[in-house]
């Protein structure tokens, strides 16, 4: 199991940007592919971005396709996700997650909540229109 600690969110007003981190800890974080979800309000937590364990791909929710950018530094045991273009409807509860990956070729990844088995806390992020 590894242990995952979300933190920058906050309050930004609309066309703003936000840069979000996810610290792991208590296992070998390169050998883990990870995610980035959301749920707001009411809604259920939906997918946002995914990165292969070696950072070579990447996969996006259309909502947030050229806005949103997730990247990784393994030496830091870090996963960010860059947010620029924020509307009111990115207002969510974000959340990493991540998921063991035993390939030896490393291009997984995984855009399913099922697929993740490890998940962080949560941060807010508040897009005021």
């Known amino acids: 199991q590894v242990q995952l600690v979300e933190s920058g969110g906050g309050l930004v007003q609309a066309g703003g940007s936000l840069r979000l981190s996810c610290a792991a800890s208590?296992?070998?974080?390169?050998?883990?592919?990870m995610g980035w979800f959301r749920q707001a309000p009411g809604k259920e937590r939906e997918f946002v971005a995914a990165?292969?364990?070696?950072?070579?791909?990447?996969y996006y929710a259309d909502s947030v396709k050229g806005r949103f950018t997730i990247a990784r530094d393994n030496a830091k045991n870090t996963v960010y996700l860059q947010m620029n273009s924020l509307g009111p409807k990115d207002t969510a509860v974000y959340y990493c997650?991540?998921?063991?990956?035993?390939?030896?070729?490393?291009?997984?990844?995984?855009?399913?909540?099922?697929?993740?088995?490890?998940w962080g806390q949560g941060t807010q992020v508040t897009v005021s229109s």
């Open positions: 997650a991540a998921q063991l990956d035993r390939t030896y070729s490393g291009s997984y990844y995984y855009t399913t909540r099922t697929e993740y088995n490890d």
């Open positions: 990165i292969s364990k070696g950072g070579g791909r990447t």
């Open positions: 208590g296992r070998t974080f390169r050998n883990y592919a």
